[in-house]
């Protein structure tokens, strides 16, 4: 082996054992497992620049086995990177860029957050897509590089993963490679216990290339790396290793997983290895070799700056990677809305989106669509978005297939890469599968569109398995995720703007299957949902006379309208408050708040879901209409009515309380 290699690699064990222990907590073995196929990778292939870490055509890395973050962050500190020894010792401590797991926004280099295993070998696939999606719109010589993911045993047990390997292998991305880490070893000890499948031979099942090697040989590393950069298909690396290397009585073994060494081991691993040095000091010469190492993508960033300096499609590359929506396309989302109000079309909230989606995908290019297998039902295909395959990735429609989870990290992927705005559907009851991608969509701060539609009972006849009665209240719960539940045409348009113009905020659309009236009688330029809430109809004699305030959203918006007419029919002046983004309505004025709140009148929410949330609103003593279980199966007038959300019971509600 060879010896500034070996000193090299032990110059991350080492950072990554001591940082951990400092910290006393963390994942020291799989850094010191993997720091022979990480410095090969980071020292011979990768194609990066530490001075310029936003350059687009650079190759990303993925460390998918987030636990190891150490890894990365040695990495970092070694090649040259904003990251200081004093961020390594700063590891897992509050307000320090080196958090117990990578967190995308955090520090330059982490491409994306993980620690959710599986969730990073899934985002590389949305990656990896996204740079197919690139170089066909703009050509390879403005975009080129490669997605290299470091995986281990538990990412790859995650059924996640499995979506994530079949949609790659189906769609060739030859030019995204996984290093998985065959150490054997989980928390509970030899993975034997839980898994015995052959890992190359599932991934070639499903498409790819796959090669064994020893992960601590450097020479069969490069060998492996090469081979695979040559692939047609998207290859897997077997990377055989010992967990802890280095570690004289603990290494090999699931003791170096998830806890610091110990003082005493340390001291024994630097006899054993020959590192004379004490904690954190990395000699001159091997952080020369490293940065020397570094330094090498400045050439093939300045080679690709002067290239592209005067290219037409770099220049349109560059303005789509940077997530600016182009002029036009609200004067036409409004152009859309006026002819609405003057249609005063009854349609499902999923038609009217299908049909908002007609208008935004034909001016906003960046948008790309997709589903789980449910374009009919979700309407997200449009006729600006034909499908991609594997043979043309010109296409700006995705089939995912039957992979929701799956297709939320790829959609993350997308995003994380830069240059497109992804939205794709499903069923909102499968929000539950997706919900560890929308998570991090959340927490990652990025512009994906989820599509939910079959929102309540109102599905019908497909039954409780698919009436999604406590989503609503389940995303709601999620910070920094705009759940957008439109109660008309009108109010469709006005969420997809607001998912769209939020760039820091994902956005679930809760859509329905059923056909609702359109409420507004009058065209607004204003995005009255952006307030997240507003009064629709004001009661008889205006505010300072209101007695009752009916709070809905979505499809019961109508069976409030409903219960106010018999309500106002009664001299009791009722006003009904469409509620689309509660999220919304929280970052508005108390007193915008106060005035469409009302004061002092009786208040009911009506919502064909779970009360859960709702008494911020009404009040412990306030009525609410909808559901306290589950759902059943039979006709969507038929649900409601045995349900008791009708017009009726919310003005027995009402007048119980005046």
Same mark, same amino acid.
């Given at each position: 082996?060879?010896?500034?290699?070996?000193?090299?690699?032990?110059?991350?064990?080492?950072?990554?054992?001591?940082?951990?222990?400092?910290?006393?907590?963390?994942?020291?073995?799989?850094?010191?497992?993997?720091?022979?196929?990480?410095?090969?990778?980071?020292?011979?292939?990768?194609?990066?620049?530490?001075?310029?870490?936003?350059?687009?055509?650079?190759?990303?890395?993925?460390?998918?086995?987030?636990?190891?973050?150490?890894?990365?962050?040695?990495?970092?500190?070694?090649?040259?990177?904003?990251?200081?020894?004093?961020?390594?010792?700063?590891?897992?401590?509050?307000?320090?860029?080196?958090?117990?797991?990578?967190?995308?926004?955090?520090?330059?280099?982490?491409?994306?957050?993980?620690?959710?295993?599986?969730?990073?070998?899934?985002?590389?696939?949305?990656?990896?897509?996204?740079?197919?999606?690139?170089?066909?719109?703009?050509?390879?010589?403005?975009?080129?590089?490669?997605?290299?993911?470091?995986?281990?045993?538990?990412?790859?047990?995650?059924?996640?993963?499995?979506?994530?390997?079949?949609?790659?292998?189906?769609?060739?991305?030859?030019?995204?490679?996984?290093?998985?880490?065959?150490?054997?070893?989980?928390?509970?000890?030899?993975?034997?216990?839980?898994?015995?499948?052959?890992?190359? =031979?599932?991934?070639? %099942? !499903? @498409?790819?290339?796959?090669?064994?090697?020893?992960?601590?040989? *450097? +020479?069969? $590393?490069?060998?492996?790396?090469?081979?695979?950069?040559?692939?047609?298909?998207?290859?897997?690396?077997?990377?055989?290793?010992?967990?802890?290397?280095?570690?004289?009585?603990?290494?090999?073994?699931?003791?170096?997983?998830?806890?610091?060494?110990?003082?005493?081991?340390?001291?024994?691993?630097?006899?054993?290895?020959?590192?004379?040095?004490?904690?954190?000091?990395?000699?001159?010469?091997?952080?020369?070799?490293?940065?020397?190492?570094?330094?090498?993508?400045?050439?093939?960033?300045?080679?690709?700056?002067?290239?592209?300096?005067?290219?037409?499609?770099?220049?349109?590359?560059?303005?789509?990677?940077?997530?600016?929506?182009?002029?036009?396309?609200?004067?036409?989302?409004?152009?859309?809305?006026?002819?609405?109000?003057?249609?005063?079309?009854?349609? =499902?909230?999923?038609? %009217? !989106? @299908?049909?908002?989606?007609?208008?935004?995908?034909?001016?906003? *290019? +960046?948008? $790309?669509?997709?589903?789980?297998?449910?374009?009919?039902?979700?309407?997200?295909?449009?006729?600006?978005?034909?499908?991609?395959?594997?043979?043309?990735?010109?296409?700006?429609?995705?089939?995912?297939?039957?992979?929701?989870?799956?297709?939320?990290?790829?959609?993350?992927?997308?995003?994380?890469?830069?240059?497109?705005?992804?939205?794709?559907?499903?069923?909102?009851?499968?929000?539950?599968?997706?919900?560890?991608?929308?998570?991090?969509?959340?927490?990652?701060?990025?512009?994906?569109?989820?599509?939910?539609?079959?929102?309540?009972?109102?599905?019908?006849?497909?039954?409780?398995?698919?009436?999604?009665?406590?989503?609503?209240?389940?995303?709601?719960?999620?910070?920094?995720?705009?759940?957008?539940?439109?109660?008309?045409?009108?109010?469709?348009?006005?969420?997809?703007?607001? %998912?769209?113009?939020?760039?820091?905020?994902?956005?679930?659309?809760?859509?329905?299957?059923?056909?609702?009236?359109?409420?507004?009688?009058?065209?607004?330029?204003?995005?009255?949902?952006?307030?997240?809430?507003?009064?629709?109809?004001?009661?008889?004699?205006?505010?300072?006379?209101?007695?009752?305030?009916?709070?809905?959203?979505?499809?019961?918006?109508?069976?409030?309208?409903?219960?106010?007419?018999?309500?106002?029919?009664?001299?009791?002046?009722?006003?009904?408050?469409?509620?689309?983004?509660?999220?919304?309505?929280?970052?508005?004025?108390?007193?915008?708040?106060?005035?469409?709140?009302?004061?002092?009148?009786?208040?009911?929410?009506?919502?064909?879901?779970?009360?859960?949330?709702?008494?911020?609103?009404?009040?412990?003593?306030?009525?609410?209409?909808?559901?306290?279980?589950?759902?059943?199966?039979?006709?969507?007038?038929?649900?409601?009515?045995?349900?008791?959300?009708?017009?009726?019971?919310?003005?027995?509600?009402?007048?119980?309380?005046?």
């Amino acid at each position: 082996m060879n010896t500034t290699h070996t000193q090299m690699a032990n110059a991350i064990r080492f950072l990554s054992a001591d940082a951990v222990q400092t910290a006393k907590s963390g994942h020291p073995g799989m850094p010191m497992g993997m720091a022979d196929v990480a410095t090969v990778l980071f020292t011979k292939f990768l194609k990066y620049d530490p001075k310029a870490p936003k350059w687009h055509n650079r190759d990303r890395f993925v460390l998918s086995a987030g636990h190891g973050s150490m890894l990365i962050y040695s990495l970092l500190y070694l090649t040259g990177y904003k990251c200081s020894l004093n961020d390594i010792k700063s590891f897992r401590q509050l307000g320090a860029k080196t958090a117990g797991h990578p967190e995308f926004g955090h520090i330059d280099g982490v491409e994306t957050t993980t620690g959710p295993l599986g969730q990073g070998i899934t985002m590389s696939v949305g990656m990896a897509l996204s740079e197919k999606m690139m170089a066909t719109r703009y050509g390879d010589k403005v975009i080129d590089h490669h997605t290299y993911v470091i995986a281990g045993d538990g990412c790859l047990m995650e059924g996640i993963s499995q979506e994530a390997i079949s949609l790659a292998g189906h769609l060739k991305l030859n030019k995204m490679i996984v290093l998985w880490d065959d150490n054997e070893i989980s928390i509970d000890g030899n993975t034997n216990l839980a898994t015995s499948d052959d890992q190359c =031979a599932r991934f070639e %099942a !499903s @498409g790819w290339d796959s090669q064994k090697i020893d992960g601590h040989d *450097p +020479a069969a $590393i490069s060998k492996a790396i090469a081979k695979a950069k040559k692939s047609k298909k998207p290859s897997l690396i077997a990377c055989k290793t010992i967990i802890g290397l280095g570690a004289p009585t603990k290494g090999g073994t699931h003791h170096t997983h998830g806890a610091p060494l110990g003082e005493d081991e340390i001291q024994k691993m630097r006899k054993a290895l020959n590192w004379e040095y004490p904690a954190y000091l990395i000699p001159k010469d091997i952080l020369i070799a490293w940065r020397t190492a570094g330094a090498r993508g400045a050439a093939d960033r300045a080679a690709w700056e002067k290239r592209t300096k005067r290219m037409k499609s770099a220049e349109e590359m560059k303005k789509m990677a940077a997530g600016k929506l182009p002029a036009g396309w609200i004067a036409k989302l409004n152009s859309f809305k006026k002819k609405m109000v003057s249609e005063q079309p009854n349609l =499902a909230t999923r038609q %009217a !989106s @299908g049909k908002v989606l007609e208008v935004l995908t034909s001016a906003i *290019p +960046a948008l $790309i669509g997709g589903s789980a297998d449910l374009s009919g039902s979700v309407n997200t295909m449009t006729s600006s978005t034909k499908s991609l395959t594997n043979k043309d990735f010109s296409g700006r429609y995705i089939h995912y297939g039957v992979r929701e989870h799956g297709m939320g990290a790829v959609m993350n992927g997308l995003t994380l890469h830069g240059g497109f705005i992804p939205y794709s559907g499903t069923f909102a009851v499968f929000a539950d599968y997706m919900k560890g991608a929308m998570r991090l969509s959340a927490l990652m701060a990025q512009r994906v569109v989820y599509v939910l539609t079959h929102d309540s009972i109102g599905l019908g006849e497909d039954g409780p398995t698919h009436q999604p009665v406590e989503t609503l209240p389940m995303l709601r719960a999620l910070p920094n995720f705009n759940v957008l539940r439109p109660c008309d045409i009108i109010e469709t348009a006005e969420c997809w703007q607001i %998912a769209l113009e939020n760039k820091s905020t994902p956005s679930g659309m809760m859509l329905s299957r059923q056909g609702v009236p359109t409420q507004r009688k009058t065209h607004n330029k204003r995005n009255m949902s952006a307030y997240g809430a507003y009064v629709l109809l004001e009661g008889k004699g205006g505010a300072a006379k209101r007695q009752v305030t009916l709070l809905a959203t979505g499809s019961e918006v109508d069976i409030a309208v409903e219960a106010r007419s018999i309500l106002q029919k009664d001299s009791v002046s009722t006003a009904v408050v469409s509620m689309p983004c509660w999220e919304l309505f929280e970052t508005q004025s108390k007193a915008y708040q106060a005035k469409v709140l009302g004061k002092d009148t009786v208040k009911v929410g009506v919502e064909a879901a779970l009360r859960f949330g709702w008494d911020k609103y009404l009040g412990s003593d306030g009525g609410f209409v909808g559901m306290n279980g589950f759902g059943a199966s039979a006709p969507a007038p038929a649900l409601y009515e045995h349900f008791g959300i009708t017009a009726a019971n919310v003005v027995a509600e009402a007048k119980a309380r005046l």
